[in-house]
């Protein structure tokens, strides 16, 4: 079999609609034209595919306080065929594409031809973020997906901030000997600032105590009593003219001595550090996936701030 003719179910698909120069974009979201990798050298072909995308993230300010960000993919893609992308995100500020350039000059579909050619590139920047997360939770996780598939197959789950993911492809196929397909991908990521910050939990104890005192006294003074004159007119205690300078008055001293004892019960609540409430956590995981598949397959799982990744295939098939 020709090598053109294993590629005919992917290839035919797209190549009436992309063929003859025309171009597929995904897309210029920073508009830095400067970090395109370069195109290939130019093949005179009766068809020719192009994919050129950049993402740019640049000067973005996150502050997570108990976030949760959950990205999943489940059950997905199986049993397909084809070019398949699939891309999942939570979160802020992620970028995630998919791109396929595909050329083919089969003869009997476009005449005669001299080649094929096929660019796909990718330009992926993230520059000058910050990001605070305060117990925040990321999860990203791909599941029982892309199973017993065909073809070139692109999973991408990511959650958390400023992560990006790429599947990339391009194919390219001729008949007279030249043919050119060049996959291409360009990562920067350059002061990124993070800051994973658990809040603290605290617990309510109560403490109790016990208090307890004695002591003595001792007192010494003198008292002084003060008779009660009164005139009398009915002929009792009337020695107003017997007791001369004598008022009835009279002084004492005395002293007092004792003891003395005090107890109780004291009872106060604090508050104590118990740990952290949902620190900061990333999890990412890919389970029961792609399994008996056949073909290109690229999974992306990523979980946190700034994560770039991308699949990248490049296929050039020539025949005589």
Known sequence: MKPTMALKPLVFALAAVMAMAAQAGGGNQGGDHGHYPPPPPQIVAGASASAIDAQNSDSNVVNNQATQNNATMSNSLNGSSGNMGANVAAGDGNQ??????????????????????????????????????????????ISGSGNNSSGNIGLNSTSGNFNQQKNNMAIASGTNGQS???????????????????????????????????????????????????????????DRGNNHGNSGNSTSTFAAVGAFELGGVTTQQVLTPSGWTAPVLNTASLSNSLNG????????VSSGVGNQQANSLSISSVSH
């Open 293 to 300: 598949s056949q073909g290109n397959m690229g999974a992306n």
């Open 96 to 141: 995630q594409d998919n791109a396929a350039a595909i050329a083919s000059d089969e003869a009997f579909i476009f005449g005669t031809a001299n080649g094929a050619s096929s660019l796909s590139s990718v330009n992926q920047v993230n520059n000058n973020n910050y990001v605070n997360n305060n117990s925040t939770v990321n999860t990203a996780s």
């Open 180 to 238: 050119q397909a060049i996959s291409a991908s360009s990562q920067s990521s350059t002061g990124l600032v993070v800051e994973n910050q658990g809040v603290q939990t605290f617990k309510k104890d109560t403490l109790t105590g016990t208090f307890k005192g004695s002591g003595a006294f001792v007192a010494v003074g003198v008292a002084k009593t003060k008779a009660d004159n009164h005139d009398n007119h009915g002929g009792y205690g009337n």
